[in-house]
C-alpha cells in the first residue's frame, strides 16, 4: 500500500505519517491484508523541524514542490497510491490576506491533485482536511451538525466548502473513494505561531507551559469547537477504514471536539500543569482575528462522527497532558 500525504511535512502530516507507520497498515475493506510499502510527503518546503525517525525512515520519501503548479502535482504521480490524505492549505488568517493565492493553493491545487487520482484508475481512498470554517453566516445554527447548511465567511472556508462538494461528486463518479474531514480548531501544535487565525488556541497552553507569556486576541468568553493532535489524527484515518456505505452520499464528516470557552481552555492548562511555572495569559484585542474567530461555529453536534466511531478527547486536561508527554518531558529527558 503506497500512501501520499500533501501537507505532509507539516505539524499533522508529520504526525499523521507517524501514526500510519506504526499501525503498518490501515484496514481498508477494499485492501483488506495490504501493508503500508511506501509513504510519501509532499510539501511546499522542509519544515523547521522533522520528527524523529520518520524523513530518514526507509518506507519514507519526500517530495517538495508547488501545488498550485500542476506539472509538479503530476510529477508526484510516478506511481500509483492506495491512500491520499490531502493536507496541504493555506490556512484561514493567510486565505484572507491574500485571496489570489488562497485560491491558486486551495481551488487549483486541489483540482490538480483530484485529476492526477482520478488518471490513476484505481479507485484511491482520498481523505482531504475541510475545516469548520465551512460554516458561518446569520442563519448559521448555535448548535452545528453535518445537516447544516455551509455558509462560509472566510476565503479559506469557502474554498473547503468547494473542496468537500468536489470530492463528493469525484466519489459519485467513480473516480475516486473520498470523504472529508471536517477539523475543528487543533490544539497543542508545538513550535512557532503559524497564520491561521486560531493559532493563539495552541499558544495559550505551549507559551505559558515553556514559562512565555500568550498574547489572546479575543475573550476569554469566546467558544471554541477545538480536540488534540492525538484525536484529530486518528479521526483522520479512522475516517479513511471507514467503508463508502457507511458515509452515504454526503462524505463531509466533522470530527469530534470539545466545546471550550477561551477561560475553559486555561483553566484546563492550570489543572494539568501541576507545580510547573506557567507563563502570563495577557488579553489584548485584535479585530481581524476576533472577527474570523466570531465567524466560526461555537459548539458541535459530535453525534454522527461518534456514531462512525471517530475519537473525542475525554477532557482537554487529557489533551494537555498529551502534550507535556510528546513534547516537553520528552526534551526534559
Not at 46 to 57: A, I, N, S, V
Not at 94 to 114: K, P
Not at 146 to 174: F, H, M
Not at 230 to 240: D, H, P, W
Request: with cysteine; hydrophobic share 40%; proline share 5%.
Amino acid at each position: 500500500m503506497n500512501i501520499l500525504i500533501t501537507g505532509g511535512a507539516g505539524f499533522i502530516g508529520q504526525r499523521l505519517a507517524l501514526e500510519c507507520l506504526q499501525l503498518g497498515k490501515l484496514n481498508l475493506d477494499n485492501k483488506p491484508s495490504a501493508d503500508i510499502t511506501k509513504i510519501v510527503l509532499a510539501d511546499v518546503a522542509e519544515p523547521g523541524f522533522w520528527h524523529d525517525g520518520l524523513k530518514d525512515h526507509s518506507s519514507v520519501e519526500t517530495r517538495f514542490g508547488d501545488i498550485s503548479d500542476e506539472n509538479w502535482v503530476r510529477s508526484v504521480f510516478d506511481h500509483q497510491y492506495d491512500v491520499i490524505f490531502h493536507l496541504a492549505s493555506i490556512v484561514s488568517a493567510h486565505g484572507e490576506q491574500d485571496f489570489d493565492l488562497a485560491l491558486q493553493v486551495n481551488l487549483d491545487g486541489a483540482r490538480y491533485l483530484l485529476e492526477s487520482i482520478r488518471a490513476q484508475k484505481n479507485n484511491a481512498r482520498v481523505v482531504f482536511a475541510s475545516s469548520l470554517a465551512a460554516f458561518g453566516g446569520d442563519a448559521m445554527p448555535e448548535v452545528v451538525s453535518d445537516n447544516a447548511k455551509p455558509t462560509p465567511q472566510t476565503t479559506y472556508g469557502t474554498t473547503k466548502v468547494i473542496g468537500e462538494l468536489l470530492i463528493n461528486d469525484y466519489s459519485r463518479k467513480g473516480f475516486l473513494d473520498g470523504r472529508s474531514a471536517r477539523l475543528p480548531t487543533v490544539i497543542i501544535r508545538p513550535g512557532k505561531p503559524n497564520l491561521a487565525a486560531s493559532s493563539f488556541a495552541s499558544g495559550l497552553f505551549r507559551e505559558p507551559l515553556s514559562g512565555e507569556p500568550c498574547k489572546i486576541p479575543v475573550k476569554p468568553e469566546q467558544k471554541m469547537p477545538v480536540s488534540g493532535y492525538r484525536s484529530i489524527v486518528n479521526g483522520i484515518i479512522r475516517l479513511a477504514e471507514i467503508p463508502a456505505a457507511e458515509l452515504g452520499t454526503d462524505r463531509g464528516v466533522g470530527l469530534p471536539a470539545i466545546n471550550a470557552t477561551v477561560a475553559e481552555m486555561i483553566g484546563a492548562l492550570k489543572n494539568a500543569a501541576g507545580n510547573r511555572h506557567l507563563g502570563e495569559h495577557i488579553i489584548e484585542h485584535d479585530e481581524a482575528i476576533a472577527t474570523i474567530v466570531a465567524g466560526w461555529p461555537v459548539h458541535i453536534d459530535n453525534s454522527r462522527a461518534l456514531t462512525l466511531g471517530l475519537p473525542l478527547d475525554p477532557s482537554l486536561e487529557t489533551v494537555v497532558q498529551y502534550y507535556i508527554d510528546d513534547y516537553l518531558d520528552q526534551v526534559a529527558t
